[in-house]
Nanobody, 125 residues
């Protein structure tokens, strides 16, 4: 069973940047699709970005052009977050699941079976 551990969260001012990392306990580089989600207090978990097994990427409209998802190596996922806004404040989670197709990725929490514990991002105005 894949275990995921996020890091890199913190507190920044609006306009700042953070890079989140997610380290997996096994190789997730070629046979898994991976994603980032976030959840603010009182709100549902929201999809942020995803990367397919073949490295095809996709982003929520709210972060497109500001966030970049990438695979650093076979068991590390990054989320580079630039031009942060107060509305980006949330707990950020990475997620993974086995890919049935190299080009497919999930954009809903129910499409992922493996989750990290989350890392908090706080953006002040």
């Amino acid at each position: 069973q894949v275990q995921l551990v996020e890091s890199g969260g913190g507190s920044v001012q609006a306009g700042g940047s953070l890079r989140l990392s997610c380290v997996a306990t096994e190789n997730v580089g070629s046979n898994y699709y991976l994603g980032w989600f976030r959840q603010a207090p009182g709100k549902e978990r929201e999809w942020v970005a995803a990367i397919a097994a073949n490295s095809l990427t996709a982003y929520a409209e709210s972060v497109k052009g500001r966030f970049t998802i990438s695979k650093y190596n076979a068991n590390t996922l990054h989320l580079q977050m630039n031009s942060l806004k107060p509305e980006d404040t949330a707990m950020y989670f990475c997620a993974a699941d086995r890919a049935q197709s190299s080009w497919w990725y999930g954009s809903h929490p129910r499409e992922y079976n493996y989750w990290g514990q989350g890392t908090q991002v706080t953006v002040s105005s």
